[in-house]
T-cell receptor, first 117, second 111 residues
Framework: DTAVSQTPKYLVTQMGNDKSIKCEQNLGHDTMYWYKQDSKKFLKIMFSYNNKELIINETVPNRFSPKSPDKAHLNLHINSLELGDSAVYFC????????????????FGSGTRLTVV | KQEVTQIPAALSVPEGENLVLNCSFTDSAIYNLQWFRQDPGKGLTSLLLIQSSQREQTSGRLNASLDKSSGRSTLYIAASQPGDSATYLCALLYNFNKFYFGSGTKLNVKP
């Protein structure tokens, strides 16, 4: 059983297109996150949802919009894709927003490698 | 602002060696520190989690230490094996529930 699953695993698309990445967790966690890993391997947080409510919204372009239909799902929609959006995007979850992350840490998905051409 | 640095960026050792990976951070007001392993094309696997009140954690051949006063953590791998080859990332839970990551140490264990 995959704890945090992302689809697709690879995504190649042209500049200007709109695409979505889906994430689902079956751990019963309340909080989910999107992280972006750049070419230098740094992971940086983009968004976090707690029970479908947005709690972290870092400085990312408005073209990126997260959507959480329920606490087990957090999707990432990207409009008007640009070359600089090419990266690996990781979804993660934690038991709760603060104490769960503090006491148990994060569980990450396997990542989605997005390539914009 | 929290900054996380991992040294070395890459490390190549022969099988069987004991090795130490380093992680340093600039702000000691962290909630916890987590070491992850990243394999090519795969996600991040959690190895060890150290709470801010703890000094170390052990799991099998892995031992992680935390010294908040000096802003350092180390990951010790005993009797390294080729299967240990991966990129190792340290991450700090800091400032609410955001994780700050280092850029990783790419480890290659040669048979």
């Amino acid at each position: 059983d995959t704890a945090v699953s992302q689809t697709p695993k690879y995504l190649v698309t042209q500049m200007g297109n709109d695409k979505s990445i889906k994430c689902e967790q079956n751990l019963g966690h309340d909080t989910m996150y999107w992280y972006k890993q750049d070419s230098k391997k740094f992971l940086k947080i983009m968004f976090s949802y707690n029970n479908k409510e947005l709690i972290i919204n870092e400085t990312v372009p408005n073209r990126f919009s997260p959507k959480s239909p329920d606490k087990a799902h957090l999707n990432l929609h990207i409009n008007s894709l640009e070359l600089g959006d090419s990266a690996v995007y990781f979804c993660a979850s934690s038991l709760t927003a603060m104490t769960g992350a503090r006491d148990y840490g994060y569980t990450f998905g396997s990542g989605t490698r997005l390539t914009v051409v | 602002k929290q900054e996380v640095t991992q040294i070395p960026a890459a490390l190549s050792v022969p099988e069987g060696e004991n090795l130490v990976l380093n992680c340093s951070f600039t702000d000691s007001a962290i909630y916890n520190l987590q070491w992850f392993r990243q394999d090519p094309g795969k996600g991040l696997t959690s190895l060890l989690l150290i709470q801010s009140s703890q000094r170390e954690q052990t799991s099998g051949r892995l031992n992680a230490s935390l010294d908040k006063s000096s802003g350092r953590s180390t990951l010790y791998i005993a009797a390294s094996q080729p299967g240990d080859s991966a990129t190792y990332l340290c991450a700090l839970l800091y400032n609410f529930n955001k994780f700050y990551f280092g850029s990783g140490t790419k480890l290659n264990v040669k048979p």
